[in-house]
C-alpha cells in the first residue's frame, strides 16, 4: 500500500469512528484529515496527468521543452563549462604524464599503409621484374610481417620524449576546452531532442513520485491537527 492511500483510508476511518460514535472532535479530525490528504494527492496527479476541466493540470507534459532546456543548462552550465574543462586539461597536463599510446596503435588497421607500399612497388621498375614471381601475390607474405613491424616503429616514435613534449605543447597551445565543449554541447543536445512529453513525464515521475506521496501524509496530519484546534475553537 502507498503512502497516499494509506493516508486517505486512515483519515476515511477517522471520519467513519467520529461519525458513529456521535464524537464530533474526532469527526472534525477526520474530515479535515481527510480534506488536506485529498487535496494534495489531487495536486501530486494534476502535476503528471491531465484531468479534463482543470487548468494546469499536466503540467509536467505541457511545459516539457522547458524541462528539456532546464536539464541542458544545468548540465552544461555546472559541470561542462569552459572553465571547469581548462581545469581539467590543466591538472592532466600539469602532471607531465605521458599519453600511452599502444592500445590505440595496436587496434589501428595497417592494410591501407600496406597497400599503399604494395602499389608503390608495383608502379616502380621493381614490379616489372615481380611480374615474373607471381606480380601482386609475390608480396602477400610481406602483409604481417609490415604490420608487426609498422606498430613497433610507431609506438618507438608516438613515446619519445619529444614527440610526447610536442603533443604536450600542441594541447597547451589550442583551445581544446572550447572544442570539447561545443562537442559536449552538440551530444547533449541531441539526446535531449529524443525525448517526447511522454518521456519527460516519466523521467520526473520516477525521480520525485514517491517523495511526493509524503505530501499526501503531511496534508493529512496538518489537517487533522488544524481540525483538532478548529473543534476547540468551535
Given amino acids: 500500500m502507498n503512502k497516499s492511500l494509506g493516508t486517505n483510508l486512515i483519515a476515511c476511518l477517522i471520519v467513519i469512528v467520529g461519525y458513529f460514535t456521535g464524537n464530533g472532535i474526532i469527526l472534525t479530525i477526520g474530515l479535515f484529515a481527510l480534506s488536506g490528504a485529498v487535496t494534495n494527492w489531487i495536486a501530486v496527479h494534476m502535476l503528471f496527468e491531465k484531468v479534463p476541466f482543470?487548468?494546469?493540470?499536466?503540467?509536467?507534459?505541457?511545459?516539457?521543452?522547458?524541462?528539456?532546456?532546464?536539464?541542458?543548462?544545468?548540465?552544461?552550465?555546472?559541470?561542462?563549462?569552459?572553465?571547469?574543462?581548462?581545469?581539467?586539461?590543466?591538472?592532466?597536463?600539469?602532471?607531465?604524464?605521458?599519453?600511452?599510446?599502444?592500445?590505440?596503435?595496436?587496434?589501428?588497421?595497417?592494410?591501407?599503409?600496406?597497400?599503399?607500399?604494395?602499389?608503390?612497388?608495383?608502379?616502380?621498375?621493381?614490379?616489372?621484374?615481380?611480374?615474373?614471381?607471381?606480380?601482386?601475390k609475390a608480396l602477400e607474405p610481406l602483409q604481417e610481417p609490415f604490420t608487426k613491424k609498422m606498430k613497433v616503429a610507431i609506438n618507438n616514435i608516438v613515446h619519445t620524449d619529444d614527440f610526447q613534449k610536442l603533443i604536450q605543447e600542441t594541447l597547451q597551445n589550442s583551445d581544446i576546452s572550447e572544442d570539447m565543449s561545443k562537442k559536449i554541447d552538440s551530444v547533449v543536445q541531441l539526446r535531449l531532442d529524443e525525448l517526447n512529453p511522454k518521456m519527460v513525464k516519466n523521467l520526473v515521475q520516477d525521480m520525485i513520485k514517491e517523495h511526493l506521496g509524503w505530501l499526501v501524509v503531511w496534508g493529512g496530519v496538518f489537517g487533522g491537527l488544524i481540525g483538532l484546534l478548529g473543534s476547540f475553537v468551535l
Fill in 54 to 136: 482543470l487548468y494546469g493540470s499536466g503540467v509536467v507534459e505541457n511545459r516539457f521543452e522547458q524541462f528539456k532546456t532546464s536539464i541542458h543548462t544545468l548540465i552544461m552550465n555546472q559541470f561542462f563549462t569552459k572553465e571547469n574543462l581548462d581545469k581539467f586539461f590543466e591538472s592532466e597536463m600539469s602532471t607531465n604524464k605521458k599519453l600511452d599510446l599502444s592500445n590505440v596503435i595496436e587496434k589501428t588497421d595497417f592494410s591501407i599503409a600496406y597497400e599503399s607500399l604494395k602499389s608503390a612497388v608495383m608502379e616502380s621498375s621493381f614490379g616489372g621484374m615481380l611480374g615474373m614471381f607471381g606480380g601482386e
